[in-house]
């Protein structure tokens, strides 16, 4: 698994949320300044050559479906953080938030 892109996250988001749906349903929930139709529809084919996302076919039109679970993916992103920041020690990640005093703790319980 590679890690996504910005742009392919917020797809994915977006996907997770809405389990199935074509490029027009994954444009919908988006905030305006939208991206156009064509660039979702190229993200959306290169998160299938990733594996993220497959499809089923309807003549022209596909409506795709995430195969890779947002807790699959949100665990495959916390160790490598964990692995590229803190040596792979939870330990060490622990120390980090309690001592970063710009991260407040108490506005995340």
């Given at each position: 698994?590679?890690?996504?892109?910005?742009?392919?996250?917020e797809i994915m988001q977006i996907l997770w949320d809405?389990?199935?749906g074509f490029v027009k349903d994954i444009l919908t929930p988006m905030p305006e300044q939208k991206p156009a139709y064509n660039t979702?529809?190229?993200?959306?084919?290169i998160l299938e050559?990733?594996?993220f996302v497959s499809h089923k076919?309807?003549?022209?039109?596909?409506?795709y479906f995430p195969i890779v679970s947002k807790d699959e993916y949100r665990t495959f992103i916390?160790?490598?953080?964990l692995?590229?920041?803190f040596e792979s020690s939870f330990?060490?990640?622990?120390?980090?938030?309690?001592?970063?005093e710009s991260l407040n703790t108490k506005q995340y319980q």
């Open positions: 698994m590679k890690p996504l892109t910005r742009a392919e996250e809405i389990e199935r979702v529809s190229t993200i959306v084919r050559r990733k594996g076919s309807y003549g022209k039109s596909h409506e916390i160790k490598r953080m692995e590229g920041y330990a060490k990640l622990s120390s980090f938030f309690k001592n970063d």
